[in-house]
């Protein structure tokens, strides 16, 4: 059984579902918590990604996060024992993951964790206290780089826990980008490659306090040397609207406000953008492996793979650092061509590959 239930863990779970797929011997049970809800935010990524509908959607969407949990919980609980999983499998680090790990483990059924092992050490962030809980529910963890194995191992997890498969979303940009260079994303948006940077916040400690909000927001409207395109999350666009800044915003010349948007169309705008503005986990590797220059609104990352390597730059929420920061990024020359040349320590592209086959020795 594999739980997902949020955005980027429909994007990691696809490789996966595609690969178990080709094995005769396993039944797949894709569940859907329903944390995300909306067409753009669930539903697109099932169509984009070929996926088969999960065997039931369990319906929970927002609430707070022991509301949220605790109901997942309830429902997985009954669905686990009545579908009777050999495994429940679960990716990344949302509530949904927690959830399934938590249940599953009380239930005495294996849990195995994909992209085990990362760490911001920031525990004011839920994903951090999700991905911790988790690991340690579960009997067999894959881990993207050998800096999560690490991580796993310094908290004493056994090693014969620890597999090294890479990252599943690298199999998915690998698998998606020839579909995602046919996107007519820029056209639409009137976009030039290279003029523009590309701007995703999601974070609760980003986007639900209006004071930290206006301060990123000021920022990036000083940076009137390129157009921000601005997929805007609905947790956003609430926050947005509470600091009184939504209205603002959409009139601005410097930045457009836009949906959210499907995984093409998001791989084309990120691959053409001059830079990438985010909070978001996966967007920083995105941008890793598409070699465009990251600038990240926190002051931790779990990636510190790309922050070592000069392609992610940590900036917090200063507006200072902000501004500072991007003016030295578009004064470098070249710079696309300089990530180009950096090792990937995300894997192969297989990672989906070793996944199912070390599972499935482990039965
Ligand atoms: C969740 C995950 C995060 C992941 C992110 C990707 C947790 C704790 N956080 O944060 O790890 O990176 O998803 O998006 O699990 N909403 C809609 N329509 C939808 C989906 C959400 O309107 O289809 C709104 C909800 O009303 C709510 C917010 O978006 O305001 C969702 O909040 P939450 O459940 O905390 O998830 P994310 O912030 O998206």
Redesign the pocket.
Known sequence: MLIVG???QIIKSAPIIHEAKKHREIELQLVHTG????F???KIFFHEMELPDPIVNLGVG?GS?AW?TGNMMIKLEKTIIEHKPAIVMVP?????TLAGALTAAKLHVPVVHIEAGARSYDMRM??EI?RRLTDHCSSLLFVPTKNCAKNLSNEGIPKQRIKLSGDTMYDALLQHLPIAAKSNILKILSLKSDKYAALTL?R?ENVDDPKTLKNIMKALTMLTELTIVFPV???TR?GLAAAKLLKRLEVADDIKLIEPLGYHDMLQLTKHARMVFTD???LQKEAFWLHTPCITLRDKTEWTETTELGANLLVGTNLKRIVETTKEILKTKDIKIKLEKLKNPFGDGQASRKIIAETLKRR
């Open positions: 949020a955005r980027p944390q995300h809800y909306d753009e935010m669930s927002s996060h949220q990344g680090d949302t509530n949904s839920p994903e999700n999601h609760p999350h609905p947790r609430e978001s986990g996966g």
